[in-house]
């Protein structure tokens, strides 16, 4: 079972939690599926900083990888 603050989780954070895993994604590619400008629905931001996907690698931003945090993984694994 997941920790109390995983499983409080939203239904977005688990979908792009879900979406990260599905396959290898850039940051580039995750900005232009989930950057939005409506400031109630930062669901990128609120993944990033509870610790459920991070941004790694070097050369250009948008070239650089986002993979899951083992946090991310325990989401999933507590929705499967």
């Given at each position: 079972?997941?920790?109390a603050h995983i499983a409080g989780m939203g239904a977005?954070?688990?979908q792009l939690v879900t979406w990260v895993s599905d396959r290898p994604r850039t940051y580039g590619e995750?900005?232009?599926a989930?950057?939005?400008?409506?400031p109630k629905m930062?669901?990128?931001?609120?993944?990033v900083s509870d610790g459920l996907v991070r941004?790694?690698?070097e050369g250009r931003?948008?070239?650089?990888?986002?993979t899951l945090t083992p946090r991310g993984r325990a989401?999933?694994?507590?929705?499967s």
């Amino acid at each position: 079972m997941a920790p109390a603050h995983i499983a409080g989780m939203g239904a977005l954070t688990l979908q792009l939690v879900t979406w990260v895993s599905d396959r290898p994604r850039t940051y580039g590619e995750v900005m232009e599926a989930w950057t939005t400008t409506c400031p109630k629905m930062p669901i990128w931001e609120d993944a990033v900083s509870d610790g459920l996907v991070r941004v790694h690698g070097e050369g250009r931003m948008r070239e650089r990888a986002v993979t899951l945090t083992p946090r991310g993984r325990a989401l999933l694994d507590g929705h499967s």
